[in-house]
């Protein structure tokens, strides 16, 4: 699967790792690029926006710092729902605002796509490991849908 992955930092960048290693051809963006070189290293294609992501990827992942920085990244200029293309669903695993995930599901909605919100607890160690807590809200079939994703770093996922 094409997958998109916005965010490398200490978490990111060893999730999206997993997702690499089970075989899906990963887009990728992070505001520091060299933070991704490893997963470009390992075959994964950088991306200039947020929007390029989305424009190459089925499901795009988001990962990063604070609920204003979840905003840039879905709403801004070159956000991910900024221009229409094959990205069907989204996934915000930043620990963010519920006013925030509702109206990121509401925007994606109005353009087609799904959208899960689910933070993630377990830590860089977690991350690393592959043993992640996930806890998703949103529609059961784009869940069921990227659970298999979300198992490559994920342990204990829970809808």
């Known amino acids: 699967m094409r997958i998109g992955w916005?965010?490398?930092g200490v978490m990111g960048v060893?999730?999206?790792g997993h997702v690499q290693k089970g075989g899906h051809d990963l887009f990728i963006y992070n505001r520091t690029k060299d933070k991704a070189k490893p997963l470009m290293e390992n075959g994964g294609t950088w991306c200039e926006s947020p929007a390029e992501v989305a424009s190459n990827a089925e499901v795009v992942f988001t990962i990063?710092?604070?609920p204003k920085d979840v905003e840039e990244v879905y709403f801004g200029k070159h956000g991910i729902l900024s221009k229409?293309?094959?990205c069907r669903i989204v996934v915000d695993m930043t620990t963010s605002t519920p006013t925030l995930a509702k109206r990121i599901a509401q925007t994606a909605k109005e353009?087609?796509?799904e959208s899960l919100d689910a933070p993630v607890t377990g830590g860089d160690i977690g991350a690393r490991k592959g043993t992640l807590a996930i806890m998703v809200g949103g529609s059961k079939e784009a869940y069921q849908e990227v659970l298999p994703i979300m198992e490559l770093?994920?342990?204990r996922v829970a809808y």
Do not use: C, L, Q, S
Request: hydrophobic residues 50%.
């Open 6 to 8: 916005i965010g490398t």
């Open 111 to 113: 353009r087609g796509i």
């Open 14 to 16: 060893a999730m999206a």
């Open 84 to 86: 229409a293309g094959p």
């Open 64 to 66: 990063v710092g604070f």
């Open 153 to 155: 770093f994920g342990k």
